[in-house]
């Protein structure tokens, strides 16, 4: 997912001129984030062989943090919040800018790292900083004027409304979008006044550590970050510890269903940003051209690992055979290489297991009778990429609403394209999913977009583009694809608590309960 402005090997300090105390060796730990600094957990739950996706070589060995550890970065947090949360809004919102720029002047390194973590292309590396910063930019911003309400009473008196921050918020994140994912998360909630302790997807683990280095660089104090590293275990341990106030979750529906349980205990609130299936519809009418880079943009961005991508593609009849010629050709030029050199446009799928899974799902589908237009197959680089994980862009036809293809979340390069003839039959066929995440409509009729979006059971939708994600606009599904929102000004909604304070400014009346 990209900002408005467009469309969502080891480093080592030395090549970083004027940046203190930021390590970026991607083979040596410590990996954790604790009060300020990289830690070695107290005790771990195994060892975790974090792996290249562009090459398939192993990194480096994680240790997963085990319950004394998980506990550790709660209670560090845990300390950190009286100091942090007493600060003003203006106070906290000049670190998190302060931050913000830190990033700018290193943005491509840190894309750089991110690519070795995720696999994805250098350029669109790049634009997910983009993100990053916008985020920290953003509510960096907002901090110093999310204020609450005053609400006049009769004879003077007055209720005010405060807005509160939780205490320590528990995030854990999928491997996607590494740092945005981390820093959507972690803008808001310390903007608001929380403390914070992120566990990243266990295939993902270099960047978050870089934020909280960045953080410290600008003086965010010890402990209101904290970053711990591990799988679904140490995820487990983290949403169950009482000690987080909050949730906040980005991941499949499943965990999502887990993290919610977790949260029930404690009745504690949580933020879900789950999966997707989403609808992209090209009316007859639209501008062919700008329907395809729309298609281009729902489909193949980071290898089609996209939660909001508009995998269903409906094409209305009269537009169909032009559209799906010109999707194939511009699916088919691109091009498959290093996802750090610079005209790459196919970069690595997260890792073996991950790949072979798309695959599956293209060799099902071929079974219940579809047609495979183009790509579904294993890529073979060469030489130091000879090991990573490719795989070609797919486009399949031919293919019903009820087939699996069309229903379950692949999670990569796969658009299944349909034709219809009617908006009422589109709209039908596009809310039939217990999904919600988004949707997207291309017509050049603006009263159609309007009605078709109206219609459209997600919770956000793009008319004539699609994948935008700016900091300032609220992201987020309806139904099981997940609760709350991140970006926008709502998100300080969802990482704050009201308190509702009435002030008597008069003698205490209590009708006939007091006698003189
Ligand atoms: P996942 O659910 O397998 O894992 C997500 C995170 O949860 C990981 O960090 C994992 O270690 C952790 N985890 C696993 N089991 C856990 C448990 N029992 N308790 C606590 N934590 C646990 O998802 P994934 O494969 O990492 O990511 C892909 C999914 O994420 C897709 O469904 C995608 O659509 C979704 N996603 C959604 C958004 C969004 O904003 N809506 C963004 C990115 C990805």
Avoid at 304 to 319: A, D, H, L, M, Y
Avoid at 496 to 515: A, F, P, R, W
Wanted: aromatic share 8%; hydrophobic share 40%; charged share 20%.
């Amino acid at each position: 997912m990209w900002g408005a402005s467009c469309a969502r090997g080891a480093t080592s300090s030395a090549g970083w001129p004027g940046m203190r105390a930021i390590a970026t060796d991607v083979t040596h730990g410590p990996w954790n984030w604790l009060a300020g600094q990289r830690t070695t957990p107290l005790d771990a739950l195994g060892n975790w062989a974090n792996i290249e996706p562009r090459s398939g070589r192993v990194l480096a060995s994680i240790p997963m943090s085990g319950p004394q550890e998980v506990d550790r970065a709660v209670t560090t947090a845990q300390a950190a919040f009286p100091a942090w949360s007493r600060l003003s809004g203006t106070e906290r919102g000049r670190f998190l800018s302060a931050a913000a720029l830190k990033m700018r002047e290193h943005l491509e390194d840190i894309a750089r790292l991110d690519v070795i973590d995720n696999g994805k292309p250098i350029w669109e590396a790049r634009l997910d900083m983009e993100t990053v910063i916008g985020s920290l930019e953003y509510y960096g911003a907002l901090a110093a004027s999310f204020n609450g309400q005053h609400v006049r009473m009769p004879d003077g008196s007055f209720a005010l409304v405060t807005r509160e921050p939780y205490g320590v918020v528990g995030g854990v994140g999928a491997w996607n979008y590494p740092l945005q994912t981390c820093t959507w998360k972690a803008a808001p909630a310390l903007a608001c006044g929380n403390t914070f302790v992120y566990k990243p997807s266990q295939f993902t683990p270099i960047t978050a550590v870089i934020l909280g280095e960045i953080l410290k660089e600008v003086g965010v104090p010890d402990g209101v970050f904290n970053v711990i590293q591990g799988d679904g275990s140490t995820g487990a341990l983290l949403t169950q510890h009482p000690g987080c106030s909050k949730l906040s979750f980005t991941g499949s529906v499943p965990t999502g269903i887990k993290i919610m349980q977790a949260g029930a205990v404690g009745v504690r609130n949580v933020t879900l940003e789950l999966g997707g299936k989403s609808p992209l519809i090209v009316f007859d009418d639209a501008n062919l051209k700008n329907a395809v880079k729309g298609a281009l943009m729902a489909n193949f961005l980071t290898q089609g690992e996209v939660c909001s991508n508009g995998t269903r593609v409906f094409v209305q009849k009269g537009i169909y055979g032009k559209f799906l010629h010109e999707f194939v050709n511009q699916a088919q030029k691109m091009k498959a290489g290093d996802p750090l050199a610079e005209d790459t446009t196919i970069g690595a799928t997260i890792n073996e297991e991950h790949a072979q899974k798309v695959l599956g799902f293209i060799e099902r589908a071929k079974k219940e009778g579809v047609t495979v237009e183009c790509g579904g197959e294993r890529i073979q680089l060469e030489s130091e990429l000879a090991n990573g994980y490719y795989l070609s862009p797919c486009i399949i036809t031919n293919c019903t609403d009820t087939m699996e293809i069309a229903r379950e979340e692949v999670f990569g390069s796969v658009a299944c394209v349909f034709p219809f003839e009617t908006e009422d039959e589109v709209i039908r066929r596009a809310n039939d999913t217990p999904f919600g995440l988004a949707g997207g409509v291309f017509t050049n009729d603006l009263t159609r977009a309007h009605r078709v979006i109206n219609a459209l059971e997600a919770g956000t939708c793009w008319i004539n583009t699609f994948n935008l994600a700016p900091s300032e606009v609220p992201f987020g599904g309806v139904k099981m694809s997940g609760i709350g929102r991140e970006n926008g000004t709502v998100a300080m909604e969802f990482y704050s608590q009201m308190k509702t304070i009435y002030v008597e400014m008069n003698d205490v009346d209590c009708g006939l309960l007091y006698q003189d």
